[in-house]
């Protein structure tokens, strides 16, 4: 159970708009926005582990070169 107080008026009028929008009771909406924030990974525990693991030797050259080749390929059309 979550319950938040002290929520301005303005953000609250919103947030029943939004969910009367789509057909829902506002504790739906607010659960919907809440779990689409927690299905992405939180950007800094996100590059903490990116940057833990090691390079992946040649893929930045690669990755520059495929991209060049597809960006002049549809260029030349």
Request: proline share 8%.
């Given at each position: 159970?979550?319950?938040?107080?002290d929520?301005?008026?303005?953000?609250?009028?919103?947030?029943?708009?939004?969910?009367?929008?789509?057909?829902?009771?506002?504790?739906?909406?607010?659960?919907?926005?809440?779990?689409?924030?927690?299905?992405?990974?939180?950007?800094?525990?996100?590059?903490?582990?990116?940057?833990?693991r090691?390079?992946?030797?040649?893929?930045?050259?690669?990755?520059?070169?495929?991209?060049?080749?597809?960006?002049?390929?549809?260029?030349?059309?």
């Amino acid at each position: 159970m979550i319950q938040v107080r002290d929520v301005r008026p303005e953000l609250h009028a919103e947030l029943v708009r939004r969910a009367k929008l789509r057909g829902m009771t506002l504790t739906d909406y607010v659960e919907t926005v809440l779990e689409r924030e927690v299905s992405v990974p939180d950007p800094e525990e996100w590059l903490q582990q990116v940057s833990s693991r090691p390079p992946v030797p040649g893929f930045a050259d690669d990755a520059i070169a495929y991209i060049r080749r597809h960006r002049d390929d549809q260029g030349a059309g």
